[in-house]
């Protein structure tokens, strides 16, 4: 008899493949939802990690050239349309507004709504920037937060056929409950595999973007205390 268990156990394939084959519809769902949850978070991550690098090396760029003490006019000149980064279109939105105040006049009522004005055009373009920044980010703290949960559904499915294969057999040899169980633990090792590399990627570009977030209110607040003083020195 042990002789029968030990090769019918032997004979059953257990490899990942088959065990997808094998399993009830409602296991293949959850096995299919978090293949692809964890290809769309890893997607994410990729994406992510390109996004930020090349926020900071433009951003270095254009920090040095806003810094050489270059006048901000021929600055937005030589920008043109190259405006590819967060930190690049702030600057150009803030510059459009300025152009267009210097055309108003210099009375102290215009060059007071005129740093309101600009002031609001910095606010809302680096909001927007930041939204844009953030992006698909809740993807990743979705899935990190969710997947867990789903292989659970998996496992605890499996768990139920394990249990119904044995009620139908009358049998608790290890070759009809090992199916059963194999599917189940396969659920569950899915959803930490697409859980935790998006826990990780969430926790790491949450970071980034705070940080990114704190560099480009600074610049903000710096370019437009630079613009509040020009228009200081328009109305002497």
């Known amino acids: 008899m042990e002789t029968e268990v030990a090769a019918a156990a032997i004979a059953a394939d257990f490899s990942l493949w088959a065990l997808f084959l094998d399993a009830d519809p409602i296991v293949k769902s959850v096995m299919g939802l978090l293949v692809i949850s964890s290809i769309w978070s890893w997607a994410v991550i990729i994406d992510k990690s390109l ?14 050239m806003f810094w050489s003490g270059k006048p901000l006019d ?14 690049a279109r702030v600057f150009a939105a803030a510059m459009q507004e300025w152009s267009r105040s ?7 009522v215009l060059v007071a709504g005129a740093k309101e004005r600009i002031d609001k055009v910095l606010s809302v373009s680096v909001s927007r920037e930041l939204d844009e920044a953030e992006r698909n980010l809740g993807v990743l703290a979705t899935v990190g937060s969710a997947a867990p949960f789903v292989g659970l559904l998996g496992t605890v499915w499996g768990i139920m056929n394990a249990f ?4 139908v057999t009358k049998d608790t040899n290890i070759s009809v409950v090992a199916p059963g169980i194999a599917e189940a ?19 790491r570009y949450s970071a980034a973007l705070n940080s990114y977030a704190v560099r480009l ?9 630079i613009l509040s003083r020009q228009i200081d020195e328009r109305i002497r």
């Open 51 to 64: 996004t930020f690098g090349r926020l900071k090396r433009k951003s270095n760029r254009f920090e040095d």
């Open 74 to 87: 021929e600055l937005y000149r030589k920008m043109g349309d190259k405006q590819d980064h967060p930190m």
């Open 102 to 108: 210097k055309d108003l006049g210099r009375s102290e």
């Open 164 to 167: 119904q294969a044995i009620a």
């Open 185 to 203: 633990l396969f659920a569950t090792a899915l959803g930490l595999l697409a859980a935790i590399p998006a826990v990780v990627g969430y926790n």
């Open 217 to 225: 209110h600074g610049f903000a607040g710096e370019f437009s205390a």
